[in-house]
C-alpha cells in the first residue's frame, strides 16, 4: 500500500515544524502568532484529509512548548510526558495557549492543575529538620497559594479548573474553618488528583481538623487544619 503524497509532503513539514525548522518563515507576524496559525493549519488538515503523524521530541523550551499544544501527534516522550511540563515556568504558556484554544486544551489545563495541586501538595510537608507546621513550612504553603492566585488571571473559562483555583485562593484569608470546607480541603491538597472516590477521614481534636492524608501517595501521614484561622500542614505518620 502506498503512502498518500500529500501526507507524506504533510509529515515532512509537520516535523519541520516542530523541530524548529521553519522558524524563519512568519517573522513579520511574530513566532506566537506563526506558531498558532501552523498549529490551526495542521489540524485542519488533520480534520479534512485524516492526515496523522506520530513524532517524539522534547520541547527544549518555552516557544516549542506553546508549539506542542497545537500539534496533535507530537509527543514529548513515549510515557508521563506531562511530567516535563510540571513547572512554574510553563504555567503561563499553557494557560495561554489554552485560551487561544489550541489543539491540546483540555491536556494543557489538566497539567497546569496537576502540577498546582501537587506543587501544594509538596509544600506542606515539613523538609529536613523542619517540624510540622513551623515557619518554613507555612511559607512554602503560601508561596504555593500565591502562585494559584497569580493563575487564576489566565486560567481560560473552564469552570473546573477556575473552581479549583479559587478556592485555593480563598484559603489564602484566615477564616474559620466547618466541616464541610475542611473535607473539601483534603480533596484539593491530595496529590495528582481529586481521588473522590476514596473517602474523607476526618476528626477534629481540639482546635485542629485531621484528615488522613498520605504523602506522595506513599508515606502514612495527616493533614492538620487549624479551625480558627484555615493554616495546614502535613505531618508525617511518626510525629502525630
Known sequence: MHEDPTHARAGVLFEAWVLGELDGYGVSEGS???????????TALTAATG??????????DERAARRWCWAEGWSLMSQDEDLLLMDDAYMRPLLEEAAAGCTKRAYALAIVAHH????????????????????????????????????????????????YLERLVSYRRPHKVGWDEATARVLDVRTCHPDASTPVV???????WIAELPQAHILAGALHIDVGTGRMSGVPATKR
Do not use: M, N, Y
Open 202 to 208: 476526618l476528626h477534629q481534636r481540639g482546635k485542629t
Open 32 to 42: 506566537l502568532a506563526w506558531d498558532r496559525r501552523v498549529g490551526r493549519l495542521f
Open 51 to 60: 492526515f496523522r503523524t506520530d513524532l517524539e521530541h522534547p520541547a527544549d
Open 116 to 163: 498546582v495541586r501537587d506543587s501544594l501538595h509538596t509544600a506542606l510537608w515539613p523538609r529536613d529538620t523542619a517540624t510540622p507546621g513551623a515557619t518554613v513550612v507555612v511559607q512554602a504553603v503560601d508561596a504555593a497559594l500565591t502562585r494559584a492566585a497569580d493563575l487564576l488571571p489566565l486560567a481560560p473559562q473552564d469552570a473546573e479548573l477556575i473552581g
